[in-house]
């Protein structure tokens, strides 16, 4: 910018000259100056208020955008970013010890109903009663016009009648998804696996627990986020099973039995491979206890763990073992059997009044089932005695087992434990166990005297155990045991190669009020397999059987039990991988023929 | 030289913003698309629960026996026995290979059965 001087001396001297005021000059040119200096502060004025105006306007229009934005566009919920992977099947698997599946989870949809939001609630009623066959089309519309706003209609719809729900296309009428529990193999296994069913429920989820058996023993486990991935692996083995339901059911029919119970034990780990009672349930529907009658008439009821039951003679190697083990009698002494024996007000007597005395061996006192032989050896032992070692074996405690029942069948012991008790609890009389007590007692046996707690878990090999007798007496045992099959009582549960031993038991049913009912037993066969090197125990138990192929009813263990049990080893030996100790000649010669 | 760095600053910042610009757009799509995965995720191992109990249901016991039952005469199927298991030294071994080394003609002449077709 050039600065115009006030008095610019050309012009001053030009007015001098003319005789103007040169003081006129300098005054237009202050006041020239003065206006170019009020515009330029005017312009910069002017550009900072439109710069100020621009600024307004970008932050209250960004501001209006981002209003806008938020107004127009559709609401999300906020989603935590996490890298973990999300749990789809909220409960574990269960499985077999070889994997294969017991039971999981299954996606299916509950059906709810918004009634207010309906457009036809009439037709709605009319449709769903169409499609359910279960839900009354005049209750509906009540329930619809009660003025709720909210009701479920169904727990669990199949993906067909979703469908057709879908189909009848009333906004009122909407699903929520459910995890549900399935059994795939219906009712094999029911009474380990129990069952399941909803706890709390909301729209989008509802919890799944356990109610009976494994699943609700172990329903922590099972819901525990942290081991949803991991399947719960049963040691059930789940071939096994089914040939022992299989065998077990027509054994069950065939010896006109009410009920039936089978547990085979893997002797060095404790592990239960099948255990089957029946009649059974299907857990996939399962039904309501019975409220009215005896609870052991239901088909929920576990008869190898729930049911204790007197056991019979399966409990006289208890007593001869304990009788060696203390050194009071080897297998060949002589023992007074002279039947039948008074002991103050009783008679103990034998099976049909038979006297197998005078003097009888120890070990044929077990192959021949002698009452009174057993008798007077639990006598040489003393009730105190005799009581600990039973207690040894856990026949005073529920046993261990992973289901919920277990810990409640407690097993029936007489208060007061006075001489008569030694007699009759010797022969299994007077106290009351369950099948799956017994299985554990004879796999301590088996197990060369170590007492393995039973399991219904997989476990990864032997465990320690207590020891319970020495080994040379455990070994005695069995043979003894053997014995029984080879010329006692269970002629029938001989299976070639696979020495079977065991040892039957007859009690006879007890009445509510006491005493015994008369022609209903409790037959049970305690097996060991193979007797030269016991692997697994197996305990066949039929209720009120009778063997009605002979001119008279039979209604011992040996008819009964034992052909069941030997047809149950015939069958799951094999699918346990154990080879016949002696092979069997094959059936077919097999030539060799080159052509 | 101010001039310089003044510019060199501005088209810093107007590489960092675009730079920036770009990294907020690739993380929302890499964000929308583990969101998707995640979901295909969880469709898939439904999937294969389902697939692993139909599995399950169509392979259990009761199904197997009798479908043996049912196809008997097709496949004859009978329970593992016992006789079955055998001691390897009980296994018929394959007869030792015929010896080698052929010296001579082998006389390969014949008649063919009756019912069977000329192969040539």
């Known amino acids: 910018m050039t600065r115009t001087p006030l008095r610019p001396l050309a012009r001053i001297l030009r007015a001098r000259e003319t005789g103007e005021n040169p003081d006129a000059i300098e005054r237009e040119n202050v006041a020239r100056r003065n206006e170019a200096i009020r515009d330029r502060s005017r312009g910069r004025a002017e550009g900072r208020l439109v710069v100020l105006c621009l600024f307004f306007v970008v932050a209250f229009g960004g501001i209006a955008a981002r209003m806008g934005l938020l107004a127009a566009s559709e609401p999300a919920e906020p989603v935590t970013e996490t890298m973990t992977a999300p749990i789809h099947s909220a409960r574990a698997d269960i499985v077999d010890r070889n994997g294969r599946l017991l039971a999981t989870n299954f996606l299916t949809h509950a059906l709810y109903a918004h009634p207010r939001q309906m457009v036809d609630p009439a037709r709605v009623a009319r449709e769903l009663a169409r499609i359910f066959p279960d839900m009354r089309e005049d209750d509906l519309r009540r329930r619809f016009a009660d003025g709720r706003s909210f009701l479920w209609l169904r727990r669990v719809v199949a993906p067909e009648q979703m469908q057709a729900v879908h189909e009848i296309g009333d906004p009122g009428l909407l699903f929520g998804p459910r995890e549900m529990r399935l059994y795939p193999n219906g009712r094999l296994a029911a009474h380990v696996l129990g069952g399941a069913s909803f706890g709390a429920e909301g729209v989008q989820s509802a919890e799944v627990i356990g109610t009976a058996g494994v699943e609700a023993m172990l329903d922590t486990r099972l819901r525990d986020p942290g081991q949803a991935g991991v399947p719960l692996a049963l040691s059930l083995d789940l071939r096994v099973q089914a040939a022992v339901a299989e065998l077990l059911q027509a054994g069950m029919a065939m010896m006109n039995a009410r009920g039936a119970a089978a547990i085979l034990m893997d002797v060095k780990t404790g592990e239960v491979l099948a255990l089957v009672s029946l009649p059974d349930f299907d857990p996939n529907d399962r039904p309501a206890a019975a409220v009215t009658g005896d609870p052991s008439d239901s088909p929920l009821f576990n008869r190898a763990m729930q049911g204790v039951y007197e056991l019979g003679s399966t409990f006289k190697i208890f007593a001869v073992s304990q009788a060696m083990e203390l050194g009071l009698v080897n297998p060949d002494t002589m023992v007074d059997a002279d039947a039948p024996m008074r002991w103050g007000k009783h008679l103990i007597k034998e099976f049909k009044n038979k006297n197998y005395g005078p003097l009888l061996s120890v070990s044929d006192i077990i192959t021949k089932s002698s009452n009174v032989g057993t008798a007077r050896i639990a006598l040489m032992i003393g009730p105190e005695r005799q009581k600990a070692f039973l207690g040894s074996l856990g026949f005073f405690v529920p046993t261990t087992l992973e289901v919920i029942e277990a810990a409640k069948a407690r097993p029936l012991v007489p208060a007061r434990w006075p001489e008569i008790v030694t007699i009759t609890t010797s022969y299994g009389h007077g106290m009351s166990a369950s099948p799956m007590h017994l299985a554990a007692a004879y796999a301590a046996i088996a197990n060369g005297g170590v007492m393995v707690p039973p399991t219904l878990l997989k476990r990864a090999g032997p465990v320690e155990g207590v020891r319970v007798m020495r080994e040379e007496v455990a070994k005695a045992a069995v043979a003894m045991l053997r014995r029984v099959v080879t010329e006692g009582t269970a002629s029938f549960g001989e299976v070639e190669g696979y020495e079977v031993a065991g040892k039957t038991g007859t009690a006879d049913k007890p009445k509510k009020g006491g005493g015994y009912l008369k022609d209903k037993v409790i037959n049970t066969f305690a097996a060991v397999f193979p007797a030269s090197d016991p692997k697994y125990v197996l305990v066949v138990t039929l209720d009120e059987p009778v063997e009605t192929s002979g001119p008279e009813p039979r209604r011992t263990a040996g008819w009964t039990s034992v052909p069941v049990a030997a047809e149950i080893i015939r069958r799951t030996a094999p699918l346990l991988g154990l080879r016949p100790l002696a092979p069997p000649p094959a059936a077919a010669q097999v030539t060799a023929a080159g052509n | ?120």
């Open chain 2, 1 to 120: 030289m101010r001039p310089l760095l003044y510019l060199s600053t501005a088209l810093g910042l107007m590489a960092l913003a675009f730079w920036a610009y770009r990294e907020n757009y690739a993380t929302q799509a890499t964000l929308r698309e583990i969101t998707r995965l995640r979901a295909e995720i969880a469709d898939l191992s439904e999937a294969l629960a389902m697939q692993r109990a139909e599995w399950a249901y169509l392979n259990r016991p009761e199904r197997l026996r009798d479908l043996v039952a049912l196809n008997f005469d097709r496949l004859p199927l009978l329970p593992l026995e016992p006789g079955q298991l055998q001691a390897v030294d009980r296994v018929a071994l394959p007869p030792p290979p015929p010896a080698a080394g052929l010296s001579g003609a082998v006389d390969v002449s014949g008649e063919f059965l009756p019912g069977e077709e000329d192969p040539l």
